[in-house]
């Protein structure tokens, strides 16, 4: 039908008419040179995160499995303070990570077992190989650090993956919303005794 349309000579009214549609859509085929529908989505998206920082909120997600809520904590702590939520909701759902269940892996039913539970203080570090950006030089590396007793999460990129470059603040952090409060001798990350061996793939882990 859309063919027919666009190789008819004859007026945009007879056209409407005959096909039941409206003058415009007669326009539009007429000024198509093909048929096939095209993409409902902006061809310029409007969002504050550059492609380095969404490639590294999509990290952050799957390494995390953090809710939208909280990532977007970590997002405004560490990447970018204008980044909206539906702007990341949006984010994630653009590079296939908006269903957290999808994420999640799925219980061993054959093995009944229990999380470790960890004391305040206890970090754990992530390494991540970004790509390098048209407007960069060189690769960087995004460290991420976790305390799976208390949520404190610290996030800094590097320009190295070194231990000498791993090294994080000793006193650095941010608590995720709804976590529960560390005692009061341990209300930040202790990461400077964290050491990260030197990855030999996509993603070290270390505490």
Not at 59 to 65: K, S, T
Not at 177 to 184: I, L, N, R, T
Request: positive net charge; glycine residues 6%; hydrophobic residues 40%.
């Amino acid at each position: 039908m859309r063919a027919l349309i666009a190789a008819s000579d004859e007026p945009v009214a007879v056209l409407a008419h005959r096909y039941g549609v409206t003058a415009p859509t007669i326009y539009k085929r007429k000024r198509r040179t093909d048929v096939q529908d095209r993409r409902h989505t902006a061809h310029r998206l409007q969002t504050t995160l550059s492609p380095g920082q969404e490639a590294m909120v999509v990290y952050l997600r799957r390494a995390l499995l953090l809710p939208l809520d909280d990532l977007l904590a970590v997002t405004r702590e560490f990447l970018c303070p204008e980044a909206s939520r539906s702007g990341l909701d949006r984010c994630l759902r653009r590079h296939g990570v908006g269903n957290l269940r999808a994420l999640q892996p799925a219980p061993d039913t054959a093995l009944s077992k229990t999380f470790k539970t960890y004391e305040p203080g206890f970090v754990h570090v992530d390494v991540k190989y970004l790509p390098q950006m048209a407007d960069q030089d060189r690769r960087r590396y995004l460290f991420v650090a976790i305390d799976w007793a208390t949520r404190w999460v610290y996030v800094v990129l590097k320009a190295d993956k070194s231990a000498l470059g791993a090294r994080l603040p000793e006193r650095a952090g941010h608590r995720l919303p709804g976590a529960p409060h560390a005692p009061a001798d341990r209300q930040r990350h202790r990461v400077h005794g964290s050491a990260v061996r030197e990855p030999g793939a996509g993603t070290d882990r270390a505490a």
